[in-house]
C-alpha cells in the first residue's frame, strides 16, 4: 500500500535559520504531493503541492521539489520565523491507489526568538 | 466562502456510550472525507464519499462506526459503543473534486472516551 515517511521531531531552530523536513513516499502510481500545516488551535491548511515529477510547489517562502528518481518531497526554507511554528504534514494522493489520501506523522516545528 | 464546518467542537463521553460527529462540507464541493487522528499522529482516513456514494471505508472499523452522506452535502460520523482507544480528534475535510486537488480541512472535534 502507500506510505509516506517523514523525519522524526521537533526540529528545533532558532529564528533566521534553514530549514529542511524530509519527506519520502511509496505509491503504486504517479501520486500528487502535498505539504498541509497545522498551526496551535487551528485546522490543518494546504501549504503547497506538486502533481507531477520535477514541479516545484512554493508558497510563504517554503519549497518542495517533487524527485520522482529518490521519491521525495523535501520541505525547505531559507529563513524561518517565530510564526513558522507549527506541525508539517507531508501527504499524497494516489491515482492508481484510486486517489485515497495518505498523510505522514507530522513533523513539530518550533522557531526561537 | 464559507469554510468547513464541524460539530461539536469537544465532546466527553463514558466507554460503551455512543456519539455522532456532523460535517458541513464547502458548497459545492464533491468530495468529503473522515479522517481520525491520535496526538502525535497524522490523519488517517476512516471514510471517503464522492458525492453520496462511498469511494474507500477499508479503514473504518465498520463494527462499531458508521457514516452518511445524504443527499450529497452534510455528512455524520457515529460511533456506537465507544471504546477507549477511540480518544482522537476527528476531522471532516472536503475537496471539489478527487485525485490532486486541495482537501479544505474543518476544526475538527476532540473526542475524549473515559
Known amino acids: 500500500g502507500n506510505s509516506v515517511t517523514q523525519m522524526e521531531g521537533p526540529v528545533t531552530l532558532s529564528e533566521e535559520a534553514f530549514l529542511t523536513i524530509n519527506c519520502t513516499y511509496t505509491a503504486t502510481g504517479y501520486p500528487s504531493l502535498f505539504w498541509y500545516v497545522q498551526y496551535p488551535g487551528e485546522g490543518l491548511q494546504l501549504l503547497l503541492k506538486?502533481?507531477?515529477?520535477?514541479d516545484k510547489g512554493s508558497n510563504k517562502g517554503f519549497e518542495a521539489t517533487y524527485r520522482k528518481e529518490t521519491t521525495s518531497f523535501h520541505l525547505e526554507k531559507g529563513s524561518v520565523q517565530v510564526s513558522d511554528s507549527a506541525v508539517y504534514f507531508c501527504?499524497?494522493?494516489?491515482?492508481?491507489?484510486?486517489?485515497?489520501?495518505?498523510f505522514g506523522r507530522g513533523t513539530s516545528l518550533i522557531v526561537h526568538p | 466562502e464559507a469554510g468547513v464546518a464541524q460539530s461539536p467542537r469537544y465532546k466527553i463521553i463514558e466507554k460503551r456510550q455512543s456519539v455522532a460527529f456532523w460535517c458541513n462540507p464547502i458548497s459545492g464541493h464533491a468530495t468529503l472525507y473522515w479522517y481520525q487522528q491520535i496526538l502525535g499522529q497524522g490523519p488517517k482516513l476512516l471514510i471517503q464519499?464522492?458525492?453520496?456514494?462511498?469511494?474507500?471505508d477499508s479503514q473504518l472499523p465498520k463494527d462499531r462506526f458508521s457514516a452518511e452522506r445524504l443527499k450529497g452535502v452534510d455528512s455524520t460520523l457515529k460511533i456506537q459503543p465507544a471504546k477507549l482507544e477511540d480518544s482522537a480528534v476527528y476531522l471532516c475535510?472536503?475537496?471539489?473534486?478527487?485525485?490532486?486537488?486541495?482537501?479544505?480541512f474543518g476544526p475538527g472535534t476532540r473526542l475524549t472516551v473515559l
Open positions: 475535510a472536503s475537496s471539489s473534486r478527487q485525485g490532486g486537488d486541495t482537501q479544505y
Open positions: 506538486a502533481t507531477k515529477a520535477d
Open positions: 501527504a499524497l494522493s494516489d491515482p492508481g491507489g484510486s486517489y485515497i489520501p495518505t
Open positions: 464519499f464522492q458525492n453520496n456514494g462511498v469511494v474507500d
